[in-house]
């Protein structure tokens, strides 16, 4: 419930200078762009504290003393209606000066803040109050804002962190003090591990904000200039070539900025992820456990809209490269066996693969991804019977198929389902896990397929089911390389990693305890570093024992990466090629060709605990 957060792009747009406001000088215009960006998302904001109070009433209504929630409850209304009031008056005076824009950003600070310190109260009028559902919903609650208010306040780090340090100072301090509770102060410290990460993720996230806002009016002001000089001197054709350079590098931003965003923004969700499951080990209460489960939803859509916005601009920009080669269908559809059979399982499909024996002439890496996203939204979409991918002759080519037996598109909905933002609507309600995204899944597969020069057509009856069919080029079968096979795992990996030693290096603190509590509780005696300098340390004293799996961050300190430790830690080792898995934050790819030649698995964070379970189940090759 990220209640104060907008779509990047539209406090981007926000932040084009008004027709009136171009006469200004640049500083001023700069601080006005800022202004009015806070005022675009207003409305998001609103709709987020209003449901965040709304689930405030409901969840302690019946546990707290009825003053006290109707005066939490009259005091927030009292700022939402002035919040309300400040932005109906920016839209009906959207040419103001920057004098008059900086002005009202005064109060509007003011009632932020006032904002902040009512979700303070509401802790410690509320905490301590029903079942460990309650807490933990408290908590949920009031932390989704500060992540929230991360994109709001970019741009003013002296409001975010006045803002930040009002919801979450009273709130640690609370916890810390109840000593009622036998966890009250590790608690209190993870919630100041996030306190720390959310601060740092805010000032990345400003200083991209602030470039892409920059390079954008600066693009702005190089049109304006064309449009006024324009003529066939060379004096204007200078300036078009300028503006044009101007807006590469304003899209080259856009692309760095999703980038950036969605790598520090998966930092603090991969941690929640993990923490949630430590909170599930500890607790036997099915409440808490439901809870887990729906936090670990919730990550995991975040983690694709990431994936979403930042594949759409990859392709926008010609930042995708298309690099034929022979792709072995075997293999391809191993590693989406690997990936989607343990997400099938769970909701009772079957998941099948038909005609592995072909070879394909294509991009391995734009296929695979294409698949992915189609088999994704097949099982997201199947309540019974089963997904299969198919390979099979026709015509010269191969045709590559993904059926499912899910809802189906209706006949209405299927010549639009290929275009961005649209979302086919069912003729039944859908169930909470068929996540409504932004609805750009099948425009980056259409997108992907053009770059192949595979053409993509799609089949389906609602209620019955859908197939999506793509056509590649027959590759022929490269040589066998002489790599040596692993045992794969021919189930999941059982309820212990009992005797098994596990090595992490990871720096971001909260991440890497995470992952310790998660590995313990697994049943695993886990080694932990923060950087490559500690685990050389480590490696010069005598070991007790060879660690069975390397389970590293790919950007550390100092410039260092995973690839680094691993070396270092193979080295050590040489006669055993020791399991590796490597976690990163950016989604922009290139990892691909390292993987292979260091010889370790990717994942993507964040990682939800079945995910990374499943992978250590087949690195480990557990039976």
Not at 143 to 172: D, E, H, K, M, N
Not at 416 to 429: G, H, K, T, V, Y
Not at 533 to 558: K, N
Request: proline share 5%; with cysteine; charged share 20%.
């Amino acid at each position: 419930m990220a209640a104060d957060t907008a779509p990047t792009t539209g406090a981007t747009e926000a932040a084009a200078p008004a027709p009136a406001a171009l006469t200004q000088p640049p500083r001023q215009r700069g601080d006005a762009d800022h202004i009015r960006a806070l005022y675009v998302q207003t409305p998001a904001t609103l709709t987020g504290n209003g449901i965040g109070m709304a689930l405030m009433a409901l969840i302690f209504g019946s546990l707290a003393p009825m003053a006290h929630v109707l005066a939490w409850l009259g005091v927030g209304l009292t700022l939402w209606l002035l919040r309300l009031a400040h932005y109906v008056r920016f839209r009906r005076q959207p040419d103001a000066h920057s004098d008059q824009l900086r002005a009202w950003r005064t109060s509007w600070k003011a009632l932020v803040l006032a904002q902040g310190a009512l979700w303070a109260v509401a802790v410690w009028l509320f905490w301590g109050l029903g079942t460990p559902y309650h807490t933990v919903s408290l908590i949920l609650i009031v932390y989704s804002y500060c992540l929230g208010s991360v994109q709001l306040l970019a741009t003013q780090s002296r409001v975010f962190l006045a803002f930040i340090s009002l919801v979450l100072t009273p709130t640690i301090v609370r916890i810390a003090s109840d000593t009622s509770q036998p966890w009250h102060l590790q608690l209190a410290f993870i919630l100041t591990l996030l306190f720390c990460l959310t601060v740092l993720m805010a000032r990345t996230y400003g200083s991209a904000l602030g470039q892409a806002i920059s390079l954008k009016r600066r693009t702005d002001e190089l049109a304006g200039k064309l449009r006024v000089e324009m003529s066939v001197s060379e004096e204007a054709r200078r300036a078009a070539e300028d503006a044009r350079r101007a807006a590469e590098a304003a899209n080259r931003a856009k692309t760095q900025f999703f980038a950036a965003a969605s790598h520090d923004l998966r930092q603090p969700l991969h941690a929640m992820g993990l923490f949630a499951e430590a909170l599930r080990q500890k607790s036997r209460d099915p409440e808490v456990a439901s809870l887990v489960n729906s936090i670990n939803e919730s990550v995991d859509a975040l983690e694709g809209l990431f994936g979403e916005l930042l594949d759409i601009t990859r392709i926008d920009t010609g930042g995708v490269d298309v690099n034929p080669a022979p792709v072995r269908m075997r293999d391809l559809f191993a590693r989406l066996r690997l990936h989607f059979e343990p997400t099938a399982f769970e909701k009772g499909l079957m998941l099948s693969f038909h005609g592995e024996q072909h070879v394909a002439h294509t991009d391995p890496v734009l296929l695979e991804r294409v698949l992915r996203n189609l088999v994704s939204n097949a099982i997201r979409y199947s309540d019974d019977g089963g997904v299969l991918v198919s390979c099979r002759p026709r015509q010269g080519k191969l045709l590559v198929q993904v059926w499912d037996s899910g809802i189906g598109i209706s006949e209405a909905n299927l010549p639009r389902i290929f275009d961005e933002f649209f979302q086919a609507q069912s003729n039944r309600p859908l169930e909470a896990h068929h996540r409504k995204g932004l609805g750009l899944g099948l425009a980056i597969v259409k997108r992907l397929a053009a770059l192949m020069a595979a053409p993509i057509s799609v089949r389906s009856r609602a209620g019955h089911g859908t197939v999506f069919s793509l056509e590649v080029p027959v590759g022929k079968a490269p040589r066998p390389t002489e790599t040596g096979q692993r045992g794969a795992s021919k189930a999941a990996l059982g309820l212990t990693l009992q005797g098994r030693q596990i090595l992490v290096v990871e720096d971001e603190m909260a991440v890497r305890e995470g992952l310790v509590v998660v590995l313990k509780a697994w049943g695993a005696s886990v080694l932990s570093f923060d950087t490559v300098e500690a685990v050389e340390q480590w490696l010069v004293q005598p070991a007790d024992a060879v660690p069975d799996l390397l389970l590293v961050d790919y950007r550390l300190p100092q410039g260092r990466t995973g690839i680094d430790a691993l070396r270092l830690v193979r080295a050590r080792w040489p006669g055993r090629l020791l399991p590796a898995i490597v976690i990163t934050g950016s989604s922009l790819g290139g990892h691909e060709d390292e993987a292979v030649s260091h010889d370790y698995h990717l994942l993507i964070k964040p990682v939800l605990p079945n995910k990374l379970r499943a992978m250590i189940a087949f690195k480990l090759g557990v039976r």
